[in-house]
C-alpha cells in the first residue's frame, strides 16, 4: 500500500478516535465531535481517490 494512503487512513482512524472519545466523555477535544468526524472521512475520501489515482496511472503504462 503506498505510503500516502496509509497516512491518510491512519489519520482518519486517529480522528474518527478523537471524535467517539469525546461524544463518549462528552466533551470536546479542541473542536466539535462532528467536525472530527468530518475530517474522518475527508482523510478516508483523500486516499481513496489519491489510491484509484495511482492505480489509473499504472494501468496506462
Same mark, same amino acid.
Given at each position: 500500500m503506498n505510503r500516502i494512503v496509509?497516512?491518510?487512513v491512519v489519520v482518519? +482512524? &486517529?480522528?474518527?478516535?478523537i471524535g467517539?472519545?469525546?461524544?463518549i466523555l462528552g466533551h470536546t +477535544? &479542541?473542536?466539535a465531535n462532528a467536525t472530527?468526524?468530518?475530517?474522518?472521512?475527508t482523510c478516508l475520501l483523500f486516499a481513496i481517490a489519491y489510491g484509484i489515482?495511482?492505480?489509473a496511472v499504472e494501468k496506462e503504462k
Open positions: 496509509l497516512a491518510g482518519a +482512524i &486517529i480522528s474518527l478516535i467517539l472519545l469525546g461524544k +477535544i &479542541i473542536f472530527w468526524h468530518n475530517f474522518a472521512q489515482g495511482k492505480l
